[in-house]
């Protein structure tokens, strides 16, 4: 969880193109002693730094490929919830009820593949990969194929 945090700290630094006081406190608390900054430091951190700045956009997208159950969606949804006003987040995950109950407060938009779109991106790609486009005039039932199985895999993702 440290981890995903310490990355939204570090882009924000990215983009303020300068290291804050507090950056560097830490950087020299650490740095001698070659340990990690706690998560307390740098949710404390992510707090102080988002505050320079009048709005602030978190996109974190697949966090069901991030959680592995332990825990780490809840504590990932408390460390959101707790962030400034001048924070907008947005999380995309597949439908798991133990994910969409830890962000139940959050504002839900479902948006599911329609799917003739999904046929009409896989055949517009199939004609664009040069190598494919071949196999497939060399075997025309090969695109049906292809697409059929795609179709049936995405299930609205």
Do not use: W
Not at 45 to 63: C, G, N, P, T, Y
């Amino acid at each position: 969880m440290s981890n995903i945090i310490a990355s939204l700290v570090k882009q924000i630094i990215y983009q303020r193109g300068e290291l804050s006081n507090e950056v560097e406190d830490l950087y020299k608390t650490h740095r001698g002693r070659e340990s990690c900054p706690t998560l307390r430091e740098i949710r404390k951190l992510l707090h102080s730094e988002v505050r320079e700045f009048s709005k602030v956009f978190i996109v974190i997208d697949a966090i069901d490929e991030i959680a592995n159950g332990q825990g780490q969606t809840r504590t990932l949804a408390e460390e959101l919830r707790a962030l400034p006003r001048n924070v907008y987040i947005m999380v995309t995950t597949r439908p798991i009820p133990a994910i969409e109950a830890e962000f139940a407060s959050f504002t839900r938009l479902e948006i599911r593949a329609v799917d003739e779109d999904v046929r009409s991106y896989v055949i517009s790609r199939m004609s664009r990969e040069n190598l494919l486009a071949k196999h497939i005039q060399a075997e025309p039932t090969l695109a049906e194929t292809i697409t059929s199985k795609v179709m049936g895999n995405v299930q609205g993702m």
